[in-house]
């Protein structure tokens, strides 16, 4: 199922392959300045907009019209903030404006996973070691088998059941990725190690759990409002969310045309390596600027991978060049529209259940 | 549009602690609440210091004192302390420290801001910070104190130099410090003498306080090892760009003049000629140690090699986890040769190498 057809590139090529990615990353990094600041606080204002509103339409009850309406916005102010807003300022993209309110290594999001342990399983775990098995735990989150490559378990025999369950609870999957349980399970690590962790966890599960379940379905009971609608409206909308960030997800790293590297290729990784590692285990989503925003431009999965840290309303610029980057050195540029690839999501989940079927 | 004026916008402040505790232990967003306050009032924040420019008055030919009024965030701020001062331009909030030249008790503070030629930040300051204009300041730093001791005090001072003193001799004159002060400040030519007015106003007014300038443009103008041998004092407090104080500390130690000696200089921190590799001083501000080290290493294989345990991630500029502030000096990015050299900016330790002596907040 694995089908590339990417050139291999001498030593030479690799390094000018990097070069020309480094340049690039130079030249947008001298360019960041006013617009790019305008555009995150925007996006902030956005965030505020939609949630304030949501939950402000949520408080007039079951009345269908406003209650859809409040809970889509209440749904897409967390996707924003999630996406946009959280994961790119703490991945520093903002860290060069020097506020502290766009400080990636302060921000906290809202969402039931801790920002620091985020900060660790992505930023560091996920983004240096992109696709390679055994070492990057974001290939399948240790519930699914999406290549030939892993080996096979009976567990993953009901994969399709177990990723259903996983997108719906996705929030609380990513969160839960940095208390290592499958060590904890094989005795690899001690009780010890993962309760300081449990206990931060617990923390701001509480905590989002007292905010959405809690303290607004109680300040609408003090307005006399229906404490119901409110509760749900705030159920669906991170539900909403879980399934949309799901599906963004698992559509940039398991498209069909994704690759997958053995623990080996990490032996004296050069940069153009690391680059062309990271564009190959990568895949974009096409479409329309909404899309991208919804995303948090992680539809350009390839361009967030080469270069994490730009902020990433530049991918869709840098995209062009990238491609054309690419298309120089023989390299696959996997992109395809959002229902084509996670199509192809859908495939591999169904087609590696089973061992027999890794013919790759 | 304010709703309430910055005074009573002060007392609401005092009056926000359960706030700042939601805030804190993550119950409420600290950027959220300040939105709401700012309606309030521009400068009301939780937990920030802002302050409103209330007026400007050129102290000198190339320095402008403003006076601002704080929201109730300053906390035990002294005269001959510094504060960082933010200014966001081209989407970067930048910072530059001043000192408080006058701190009153109703969170009104005094900085004065001396011309920098091409400056990016002091002459937006000089030219455009309008009266009524809201402006962020950090929280006050800085341990330059008036020597407890009794006994002769001497201030000397170079260039903006004057500033802190200012403040500490302001405040200690109010008290009715009686034993001698000498002020001796040295400044390049004629018309740089800050609060030159005021300064004589002050010593017509207290018989024990001496005031004499330094012109260092002019022949013979410049202080002199003789000239500082035959300035009366027992405590010696200094400050202006680090040759001039390492000059006039060398004088006064030799001397074996006794006494107490404070100083502070502010000049930047010397810079690595290009291809030049050699030793460096790195200093660890929270840790607090000063140690030696190269400009070839990332500092944080540096500041490791030193014993610190720096958070990190990735060590090739991608996790950012061991993201910290570079608080004074240059340094290079292994990765582009690029060079930053502002203060307060936060930067990668593991993809960034000194170039020349730096100061990380670590």
Known sequence: ?360 | MALLSLALARHVARGLQPLRRLCASGWLREADVDLCLRLLHPALRLNRVFAQVEARRWVADDMLAIELRCNGNARDWRAGQHVQLYLEQDGVRHGRSYSLTRVTTDGRIELAIKRQPGGRLSNRLLDRLAVGEVIELGQAFGDFAWPQEQGAVLLLAAGSGLTPLLGLLRDALARGFAAPVTLLHQVRRQGQQAFAEELQALAARHANLQVRWAFSGEVGGRLTAAQLAALPGEHLLLCGPRGFVEQACGWWCDAGRGGSLQAESFSPLPVLAEADTGEVRLRFARSGQQVSGNGNASLLEQAEASGLRPAHGCRQGICTSCTCLLLAGTVRDLRSGELFAEPNQPIRLCVSAPHGDVEIDL
């Open chain 1, 1 to 360: 199922m694995t089908t590339r057809l990417d050139r291999e590139l001498s030593l030479a090529e690799l390094e000018a392959f990097g070069q020309e990615l480094d340049a690039l990353r130079q030249r947008t990094l001298a360019d960041l300045g006013e617009a790019d600041a305008r555009y995150i606080r925007r996006v902030r204002a956005a965030v505020r907009g939609c949630c304030w509103t949501g939950r402000a339409l949520l408080v007039l009850g079951w009345f269908p019209p406003t209650w859809l309406l409040g809970t889509l916005l209440l749904g897409l102010g967390k996707i924003l903030e999630n996406m946009e807003l959280g994961h790119n300022v703490m991945h520093g993209q903002y860290d060069w404006m020097n506020d502290p309110e766009f400080a990636g290594r302060q921000y906290e999001w809202d969402i039931v996973g801790p920002a620091d342990f985020w900060r660790h399983t992505h930023n560091h775990v996920h983004h240096t070691y992109t696709n390679v098995l055994g070492m990057d735990d974001d290939v399948g989150y240790g519930v699914v088998r999406l290549f030939p490559e892993q080996r096979w378990k009976p567990f993953y025999r009901w994969q399709p059941l177990w990723v259903t369950i996983q997108a719906l609870l996705f929030q609380y999957a990513v969160a839960i990725q940095h208390l290592r349980l499958d060590k904890l399970v094989k005795g690899r690590i001690s009780k010890e190690e993962v309760k300081p962790l449990a206990r931060r966890f617990g923390a701001k599960l509480v905590r989002q759990w007292g905010k959405d379940y809690l303290a607004f379905p109680l300040l609408a009971l003090l307005l006399g409002a229906n404490v119901l609608a409110v509760l749900s409206g705030n159920l669906a909308a991170n539900l909403l969310r879980n399934l949309w960030t799901f599906l963004v997800i698992f559509c940039g790293h398991f498209t069909e045309k994704a690759a997958v590297f053995a623990p080996e290729i990490l032996e004296g990784e050069t940069r153009g390596h690391w680059y062309l590692r990271q564009l190959r285990g990568s895949s974009n989503l096409s479409g329309g600027s909404l899309l991208h925003i919804l995303t948090g431009n992680l539809s350009h999965q390839i361009e967030h991978h080469l270069f994490p840290d730009l902020p990433a309303r530049r991918y869709a610029e840098l995209a062009r060049e990238v491609r054309l980057i690419a298309q120089r050195y023989g390299q696959h540029y996997n992109c395809g529209t959002l229902w084509g690839q996670f199509a192809t999501v859908l495939r591999r989940i169904w087609i590696y259940r089973l061992p027999a079927t890794g013919t790759a």
